[in-house]
Nanobody, 124 residues
């Protein structure tokens, strides 16, 4: 069992940066691939980024490539999402997810554990 707690969301202006963190419980964090998803009001939850168990492999949705960076620190049981150049369309609740696999997935059904989410609001 893995418990995930996100933090770092907030209200920022367009063009600003935020870093989201997701702290995981459990001693097997290093054996999970991790992902970030987001859900805007009235929309379905969508994939944002994912990282392999070691941190050496990453995947991004096209709309955030070049602006967002996912990383992890297995010693701290934490995964990060650095978000630069935020746009109003990035506004959503961001969820951290863990997958019982070493390799990334890009759909909700690939992931086994979810956090409660953290709100990111971007003003124009």
């Amino acid at each position: 069992q893995v418990q995930l707690v996100e933090s770092g969301g907030g209200l920022v202006q367009a063009g600003s940066s935020l870093r989201l963190s997701c702290a995981a419980s459990g001693r097997t964090f290093g054996s999970y691939a991790m992902g970030w998803f987001r859900q805007a009001p009235g929309k379905e939850r969508e994939f944002v980024a994912a990282v392999t168990w070691s941190g050496s492999g990453t995947r991004y949705t096209d709309s955030v490539k070049g602006r967002f960076t996912i990383s992890r620190d297995n010693a701290k049981n934490t995964v990060y999402l650095q978000m630069n150049g935020l746009k109003p369309e990035d506004m959503a609740v961001y969820y951290c997810a863990a997958r019982r696999s070493l390799w990334v997935g890009t759909t909700e059904w690939d992931y086994d554990y979810w956090g409660q989410g953290t709100q990111v609001t971007v003003s124009s």
